[in-house]
């Protein structure tokens, strides 16, 4: 009888450990990988701390979904590799939902869609075609959806210098060592030309929101086949939508509503 106890004891602390475990994973950080670098969507400011649209964002969803946000700084190029070798859960960067990008990681539904646009000194006069800038140096940043874009687009007419960051291939547009970025628009527009480094820039041709290359918008981007998280990110995105938490945060960065239609 005393042995049977023993058993019975034994087998009700490891189900109560186990449930003590599984609360405690519950209670885990969703750790959530971004650039840090792209201004005025994710940024470090001057006292090392995140900041920016999507941070801001990625706290409201976490929020939402009842979870702690835990934030990895990660090089553009290396965020898709970072979140399949489970360095984080997810990636919240404006990365762009596209068909290449969907081979190895799954998205939510978009939380916000610009187009891209070109940037050039005020004055230069560039026509956007191919022989309006055959042989021009343009400036975009490396493993983006831009880069894609002006290679494909353009890649037989003009020079194309890739850079690790969009603020570097802005710097060298300040020294003329191109001629025009191409980027986000809205990135563009806050994180350069309304500043005192790109006061003597504008924007020049078209808006770009062709879905080939820069897909159905801006999504996070998750582990393939987590659903259950996909399905968590996307009632939370409706959630902060129709509560006004969106609206305050775009309104914190910008003067229209980046969501788009």
Sequence with gaps: MKKLMLVI??????????G????????????????GAYPPFNMVNKN?????????????LCKEMGVEAEFVIQDW?????????????????????TDERKKKVDFTNKYYLTPAR???????KFTITKEGLKGKNVGVQRATIH?????DMFGDSVNIKAYATQDEANMD?????VDLVIADATVLLGGFINTDAGKDYEFVGPRYIDKKWFGDGVGIAIHKGDKELQEKFNKAILAIRANGVYK??????????????
Excluded: H, W
């Excluded at 090392?48 to 409201?60: H, N």
């Excluded at 965020?79 to 939902?97: E, N, R, Y």
């Excluded at 880069?147 to 290679?151: H, I, P, S």
């Design 9 to 18: 004891l034994i087998l009700v602390l490891a189900v109560g450990l186990s």
């Design 48 to 60: 090392g701390q995140l900041e920016g649209f999507d941070i801001d964002i990625a706290k409201a």
């Design 147 to 151: 880069e894609n874009f002006v290679r």
């Design 173 to 177: 547009l300040v020294a003329g060592r």
């Design 118 to 124: 070109f940037v050039a000194k005020k004055g230069a």
């Design 20 to 35: 003590i475990a599984f609360a405690a994973d519950a209670k885990k950080p969703l750790k959530i990988g971004t650039e």
């Design 77 to 97: 190029d290396g965020l898709i590799p970072g979140l399949v070798a489970k360095k984080f859960d997810c990636i919240i960067a404006s990365m762009s939902i």
């Design 248 to 261: 305050t945060i775009n309104e914190k960065y910008f003067n229209f509503d980046v969501y788009g239609d």
